[in-house]
């Protein structure tokens, strides 16, 4: 069984008749990582909220299986606790709540959903210093409130922070790699590579082949007005950063 | 973060609507007759056995009273009120001046063992370190039915007993204090107040002396159609301190019922009183049927030079709030502090804030007012900040913070400032937010129900208030701010 499954998405703004995604397919198995490309406003940022489940978007047909399971009926926490996580393109900062208490109320939120105990504090501690050292995250930051205060680049190696902590079965990266400067790259990278596993997926958004020279896709998938309209291996994104999309995009349309 | 957690687990354990203290108590109870005249003041007094001076400054505020008209400035919307049509006196027929707990009635100490607060001293020194001890004013309705450690606390000369006792006990220390800080002429309510009030709290710290443990008060309104009004005053002698703080419940009844309370504090050189509330009477339904109109003066006065005040209140209950606990800034060098979280959902109106009166030299006040509103709630702070003209270098810092959850609410900022000195330095700082779907979304997509997503973003929001509680109030507040704000989403 592929671990997600979209068939024939199609969804729309709730608040306006505006059509964004027509008609999507896309399949991610197991251990695979799918990079997915394609020109600004194609709707990549909002094919990975409907599938998070935001409520600004209205599925209006097709579904999308994780595991087999059609999760579009389910409320954002519900398909979190199932194993999907988004790193977010604009990560968003919640002034006044610390990022210690933000992390182990999602943990523990997380936890409960699936029947386990709670994370015990030392435990905790222990893990997030842990993740932390590694991606570069200051204890300074882990002092602060969630986002706030932190560079473009702070707030994405914090994203890959909570992934790394909530080692989701699939986790989708939307534009991870834009503001980060070369060192941060390669230690986001190191992150995800080192969670690369046999029963994790990735969807990995981007426009630059620079991230995929570090993190080396399985699939590349090209997205324009709402579809998948081109899908290859590695070379394909090497040969969109040679040529752009035009080529693609025309013969498509 | 585990107090997060018990809120949310707390908020579903209670349905919507559901008001964890409106149960109510059966007990046989003497009323007062119905209405308010000469006589019903001279009944509540009788009751008390009150000196003759005491029935005179009563009847001198009746008098008063009846010339005087409800106040209408505050942002709060309700109907008259028929002070004809309710009781000013109502006390458990047992509670004929009980000696030992073992007098009362075990109705009334179920009923607080009910809302948590355990009367029986060693029930609360089992297990409890001496410094985290509490001492409790327990006042049911109209009268204080008992209060916890007393021997303990005269052992270091602290007074703290109701004020009916005090009246016969200390009639000289409450003669020399009532009414100096809300004088019997003061406003509408407090002057309701003087003339009826039944009971309520009586704090004496002697010089020099830190109060061994916390000291708190714990109002119940029980009775129906019956208002409760009682008066706390709290007096610091030099260089002395205390930490005191109320709590306040009421049954879920489709009525409303009033409380017009009066608390004055006094704090002598050097001396420091830390006042905290934690507000929640009965709000209402969600329609805005029934719960407690709010009509409270709390005043302190910084009568020492060097001298702190200190108010924190959480204030989550009430129909309508209407309350301004302030500081009269009257010794050099003294300072006065306010801290408020004033949460309003479904159909509550809340009219509250402070004034920090500046009349000594380098006084120092601080403002931080965290007002959240949701349902279809009203949520204002009004607050003034003023310096004589003696008032040199007179400082204030006031931060008033507005949290929307919803589009059918409304929060509003009215600040008020006087400066009579030019060496005065006021700074005010304001802002409202909202709880935005992207914060909503981001915590749901790590896992959080919508519900622990505004408790977390709440808390967040109410942070810097909460830590000025004491301690043992912190995680209770947390949880009854959450639990208030339960069905404010979806
Ligand atoms: N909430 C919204 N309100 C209005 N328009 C929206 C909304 N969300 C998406 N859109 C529109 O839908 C289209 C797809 O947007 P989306 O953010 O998914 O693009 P994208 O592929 O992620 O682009 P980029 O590469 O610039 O991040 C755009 O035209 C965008 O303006
Ligand atoms: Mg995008």
Redesign the pocket.
Known sequence: MSLLEIKNLTAKLAEEDKQILNGLNLTVEKGQVAAIMGPNGSG??TLSYVLAGREDYEVTGGEALLDGENILELDPDERAAKGLFLAF?YPIEIPGVGQMTFLKAAINAQRRKNGLDEIATPEFIKLVNGRAKELGISQDMLRRSVNVGFSGGEKKRNEILQMALLQPKLAIL??TDSGLDIDALKIVADGVNAMRSPDRGFVV?THYQRLLDYIKPDVVHVLSAGRIIKTGGPELALELEAKGYADIVGKAA | MPAVQETVEQVRAIDVDQYKYGFSTEIEMELAPKGLSEDIVRYISARKNEPAWMLEWRLDAYRRWLTMREPEWARVDYPQIDFQDMYYYAAPKSNAAPQSLDEIDPAILETYKKLGIPLREQEILAGVAPEKRIAVDAVFDSVSVVTTFKEELRKSGVIFCSISEALQEHPELVRQYIGSVVPTTDNFYATLNAAVFSDGSFVYIPPDVRCPMELSTYFRINEQKTGQFERTLIIADKGSYVSYLEGCTAPMRDENQLHAAVVELIAHDDAEIKYSTVQNWFPGDAEGKGGIYNFVTKRGDCRGARSKISWTQVETGSAITWKYPSCILRGDDSQGEFYSIAVSNGAQQVDSGTKMIHLGKNTRSRIISKGISAGRSQNTYRGLVSAHRRATNAKNFTNCDSLLIGNACGAHTVPYIESKTASAVFEHEATTSKVSEDQMFYCMQRGLTQEEAIALIVNGFVKDVLQQLPMEFMVEAQKLIAISLEGSVG
């Open positions: 990549k940022s393109q939307d534009e958004i």
